[in-house]
């Protein structure tokens, strides 16, 4: 038997332990497909104690998984629950985004029902807000009757007669990954390139897709603070998608700025609205039409990204996915009446204070921080800090001032919806400090999409070799 092995033969089966394989990584060297299945199994079973987990979990945070071992685990993962299953005539139809979460982030919303509109079938599985990143989940419960829990069944019944459902993660779709999410979030091993690619991936891997894209974001609001930090994770993960058989694309895209101008939760589902009737921020349609072209062109339904972006414009201009959003909306359990006339005048409740900030001085707007204003808004009580909180829908801010706009010292520039807490004199200072003016003329601000992370063999799904091609070219 081998020096490095952690198995002893038994039986005609091996028999691992656990203190092996920790040993094993610790030592910086490679785990075996039938190791990491070892680890997950016994995690199911409750066989593996909690500080075995966390110090494995440390060890792979410190040593890294090579992409074998990030694939295994992956693999490992998903068969830790069940998988979704759709009817044969929609193969190549199912499709998916996910995003690393930022502020102001509600592409989803607008984008399953214009990919509906499309043909498409969407079983989007979303999250909800942690932290000073929003959840596609949270903005749409602002939406009286909305229910995020939806079986296997219901998701199938859905997509018959819907085309899209936006749901929550169901307990069977990949548990393991509850249970080592749980583990990481505090052994401070979170923040883990094989990790997080191997948690993210199954559960899309679960959902048994045709395509899949990823929006990796980063800047001061995003889980990645640089570009080349966002470029390694998309890597990782594409790689890991197209191995798996799924074409997968990712966007590299700016969080710095909020995306839109509305953040916090009813506030966002209304500015979503403004997209599906064609109308709304330039920044947020253009995420919403080029993640859509991808897709559409990943899964063969446009010959083209720009062919696809504009079967994605053309839907949101002539209300049919409106349509879709608001009968995914009443398959969703919103009362009828409200779901079909649901407009961007429709009433979500709103907070009881408002309060306009002006600017300080006169000149050209570089820069709106979005992790400031997503910090306090949160602290008012539109996010949470902890999974338990309970948040506040109606809170919320309006930016009214964008990005390469010339601006007047004394112009409103953000309205705050609050309620308790109220606004205090060091938020509204923390504020005015999010908001950077300079004395540069007036510009036009640059696309969000800064790269795109696209696999070679879009079609085959068994390349795993990325190329990066510049975006906006
Ligand atoms: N989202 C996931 O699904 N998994 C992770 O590990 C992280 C975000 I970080």
């Given at each position: 038997m081998m020096a490095t092995t952690t198995a002893e033969r038994c039986n005609d089966t091996f028999q691992f332990r656990i203190a092996d394989i920790i040993g094993k990584k610790r030592n910086g060297l490679p785990l075996s497909s039938q190791e990491i299945r070892h680890v997950v199994k016994e995690t199911m079973r409750g066989q593996v104690q909690d500080s075995q987990l966390g110090a494995l979990l440390m060890a792979i945070w410190l040593r890294g998984m090579n992409s074998e071992e990030t694939m295994s685990l992956t693999k490992e993962m998903v068969a830790s629950g069940c998988v979704l299953t759709w009817p044969e005539e929609w193969h190549g139809l199912l499709v998916d985004k996910h995003s690393t979460g930022g502020v102001?982030?509600?592409?989803s919303l607008p984008l399953a029902p214009a990919l509906a509109a499309c043909g498409c079938k969407v079983p989007m599985i979303s999250g909800r807000g942690l932290g000073h990143t929003g959840g596609t989940l949270d903005k749409l419960e602002?939406?009286?009757?909305?229910?995020?829990?939806?079986?296997p069944e219901q998701m199938l019944e859905i997509l018959h007669s819907v085309g899209c459902c936006i749901v929550g993660q169901s307990a069977?779709?990949?548990?393991a990954d509850k249970i080592l999410y749980e583990m990481r979030d505090v052994t401070a091993?979170?923040?883990?390139l094989p990790l997080i690619t191997a948690s993210v991936m199954s559960k899309k891997v679960a959902e048994s897709l045709s395509a899949l894209i990823l929006d990796v974001k980063f800047g001061e609001?995003?889980?990645?603070?640089t570009i080349e930090d966002a470029r390694r994770l998309a890597h990782s993960l594409v790689s890991v998608g197209v191995s798996l058989g799924i074409p997968t694309i990712a966007l590299i895209t700016n969080m710095d700025n909020p995306i839109g101008h509305c953040v916090g939760n009813s506030l966002e589902v209304i500015e979503a609205l403004k997209c599906l009737e064609g109308k709304g921020p330039e920044d947020l349609r253009e995420l919403v039409t080029r993640t859509g072209g991808y897709l559409l062109w990943l899964c063969g339904q446009a010959v083209s990204e720009s062919q696809g972006a504009e079967k994605i414009a053309k839907v949101l201009d002539d209300g049919s996915a409106l349509q879709c959003f608001r009968k995914m909306m009443e398959a969703q359990g919103v009362q009828p009446d409200i779901a079909r006339s649901?407009?961007?005048?429709?009433?979500?409740g709103k907070a009881s204070h408002i309060e306009e900030l002006i600017a300080q001085t006169t000149g050209t707007?570089?820069?709106?921080?979005a992790r400031p204003i997503a910090e306090i808004l949160n602290a008012l009580?539109?996010?949470?800090?902890?999974?338990t909180d309970v948040i506040n829908h109606n809170i919320g801010a309006e930016i009214l001032v964008k990005v390469g706009q010339h601006v007047e010292k004394g112009f409103p520039w953000i309205r705050i919806h609050y309620e308790k807490p109220p606004l205090h004199d060091t938020q509204r200072q923390a504020l005015q400090n999010a908001l950077c003016i300079t004395d540069r003329p007036a510009f036009t601000p640059p696309s969000l999409i800064r790269d795109i992370i696209v696999s070679h063999d879009k079609k085959q799904g068994n390349d795993t070799t990325v190329q990066r091609e510049k975006a906006n070219n």
């Open positions: 102001g982030d509600k592409v602002s939406v009286p009757g909305f229910s995020s829990k939806q079986s069977n779709l990949v548990p091993t979170v923040d883990s609001a995003a889980q990645s603070p649901l407009n961007s005048n429709s009433n979500l707007v570089e820069l709106i921080r009580g539109a996010g949470r800090k902890k999974a």
